[in-house]
């Protein structure tokens, strides 16, 4: 077992001068850091404090209290103590709202009382746990990065100097050093995820190998320290890149693509982090899905996502931005479909929409136009988009192709019509729809029919 003091020596967290918060529950890891605090030399020991939660869940609680009150008094700190009334009433979300309780009164001792630092004792163990409940639970890389030996809190900072140290060692050095503690019964309660690992897995993947815990807490640590290495390089492409206003993320596309694709997704991801901080709609299909549209996609053109978030490109500018704002939809020239059954607007007036067979008319928009295909003839995603040079399409009686400048000749389409015209490509580029003017060869009426895609396109006509 490393001595504390060498610990302490080497990180060097604190001062004699500084003022330091020690959160002591009556377990034996809050113990063992307690008397580790107290029996650093004065050359390193800071001024000491205790702070101690009550929460009234269990019928022991006031006996812990007062077990960690005459434990300050045996050590000569003061003791700052909490007791939670409402923690015996509620019946769900305990866990968080224990912690939540904890961390206010934590902070709020440290500023009545001029503690600058805050010490926990969570220690390898707990950082395994939570490694592995991260991993679990999913989510973003840097989320997985586990308990942070110390960080910023309250008007000072956090620090958690057991990290380096299992739970066998904190146990073997209270009985080496004949400390007496509470042990809380909760632990042993599998209605946690927490100690459902704790009980289960982490001694099943320790008889696998030895050194499991210990391995997870490296991890943790070896990804901190990597994506500190990283990221100043990686804020550098953010200031390049990427620019956020408020609801209005604006990308430059060809210096993005112009990296790899991996640091494409860390520079996109850190914009729509701070894009999405609070909306809480943040998800990470959103940075593969745009990054493959940016490829793809040229001139001016739309992807939505899911909810009311959207991608507007301009030609070599790509704006993110909620759907609600007016001034989306003035250069936009091109809307991704890959989503069946929902509605997309193309337009203040004018909507799309992609379902499947086996509809009845009757359930469609009145006054809709509406194109039926087998879902076998085309592929998703489908692509909307207004003319280009060179357009043909097959057409519905008739053979081979045509060119769309014929069909609008033919039609005695007005130039200003075959500029707004929609045009609906599948996958491959084949236009399987000029809406309004021309369906191709494979459409037909069986919107009945479940084997067909439904093609729904509708317009609300502004009195001016």
Known sequence: ?????????????????DRVLIAVSGGVDSVVLLDMMCQLPSELRPIIGIAHVNHQLRDVSDVEEQFVQALAASYDVPCYCYQWAEGAELQTGIEYEAREIRYQFFEQVMMDQQFNILLTAHHQDDQAETVLMKLIRGGLLEEKTGIPQQRTFGPGKIIRPLLD???????????????????????ASDQFMRNRLRHDV??????????AVNHLSEFAQELTELMAAYQPYLEQLMAEVIKVKEELLTVDIPLLLSHSRAVQKLILKEGLKILFQQDGQFNKRYIEETLDWLQTSAGNSRLDWQGDWQCIRTYDVLEIQRQDQPAVFKSTDEVVISAINQWYPLSPTETFGLFKGGIDRSE?????????????AIKLPLRLRHRQPGDRMTYKGGQGTKKLKDIFINQKVPQAERDRAWIVAEQTGQIVWTIGYKQCRLSNDAITDTMNYILVYQRDYIQE
């Open 202 to 211: 982490l001694p099943q993947l320790q008889a696998e190998n030895p050194q």
């Open 165 to 187: 140290y299992t739970k066998v060692e904190l146990r073997h050095y209270a009985t080496e050093h004949k400390l007496a503690y509470s042990e809380d019964a909760s632990n």
């Open 1 to 17: 077992m490393i001595p504390f003091q060498y610990i302490v020596e080497k990180k060097q967290w604190f001062t004699p001068a």
């Open 364 to 376: 469609l928009p009145e006054n809709a136009l509406v194109m039926s295909i087998p879902k076998a």
